[in-house]
């Protein structure tokens, strides 16, 4: 069994320019230890006019912190003014890309459709997409979440083969607890990611089912964070606000404790 190393990744969302950007991963740097780099894998996510920025503090000072963006473009170059490809992340060396975030779905109309084009173009540059699924508070209250989350996942991973799928990470991110301070109980956060798991073995293998890591995201925090990561299927943590505050996000990478 390839044991799935827990992975916290902080999305920024629309935080810190390119200076606060150093001086954020500069904290991180000095705070984080050899000890929990071999514990945790420790990603950010800034905006895209940060990338260049945090490489080169990254590469300076050969940083054991990951980092990647929020979005990408479905097509790999041409004429779509604004959009940025796989290929600039994957020269800037981004290692991870969101792709479908419940704010790219909700204000952007991203359907499953686009969210599959953009997990593929990701892979296509050697990037790992982390897709983002869950379901928000009007189908979480009819109870559907599960039958809803796991179609959003049927439909990022249409057309991709084992071994591609093997190289995804998954997001559980219920919508009704993005920024809202509202987290999932440690249940409710096995119980999704645990059919998310089901669904893999089912669309593929137990191999991919074993392999792929599956993050919760939603309102994660030092004090909520152990709870959550001591659940068998959840490998990790997709932090939004929380990973704004350096200190918080330490704590968090270090599963609160
Ligand atoms: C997110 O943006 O993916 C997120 C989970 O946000 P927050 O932690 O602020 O709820």
Redesign the pocket.
């Known amino acids: 069994t390839p044991a799935r190393k827990p992975l916290m990744a902080g999305?920024w969302?629309m935080n810190l320019n390119h200076l606060e950007a150093i001086a954020h991963v500069q904290k991180l740097a000095f705070a984080l230890t050899e000890a929990d780099f071999e514990r945790v894998e420790v990603v950010v996510l800034p905006p895209f006019t940060d990338l260049r920025g945090v490489q080169t503090l990254v590469d300076a000072d050969k940083l054991r912190i990951g980092y990647g963006a929020q979005d990408l473009s479905v097509h790999d170059s041409g004429a779509y003014t604004g959009e940025i490809s796989g290929a600039m992340l994957a020269k800037l060396g981004c290692k991870y890309v969101?792709a479908g975030?419940?704010?790219r779905r909700q204000y952007h109309g991203e359907d499953d459709e686009t969210v599959n084009g953009k997990v593929k173009a990701a892979l296509r540059h050697s990037i790992t997409p982390i897709v983002?699924v869950g379901e928000g508070l009007p189908v979480r209250r009819e109870g559907r979440h599960i039958a809803f989350t796991l179609d959003q996942v049927d439909g990022a991973l249409k057309g991709l083969s084992a071994d591609e799928a093997k190289k995804i990470v998954i997001?559980y991110?219920p919508v009704w607890?993005?920024?809202?301070?509202e987290v999932a109980t440690p249940k409710d956060a096995q119980e999704v990611c645990g059919a998310i798991r089901e669904r893999l073995a089912e669309l593929y293998d137990d191999e991919v089912a074993r392999t792929v890591r599956i993050l919760y995201?939603?309102?994660?925090?030092a004090n909520n964070i152990a709870g959550i990561i001591a659940q068998p299927d959840v490998d990790g943590?997709?932090?939004?606000?929380?990973?704004l505050d350096p200190v918080e996000f330490v704590k968090i990478c270090r599963l609160g404790e």
């Open positions: 999305n969302k969101l975030h419940s704010e983002c997001a991110e607890a993005i920024g809202t301070g995201g939603g309102s994660v925090k943590g997709l932090v939004g606000g929380a990973s």
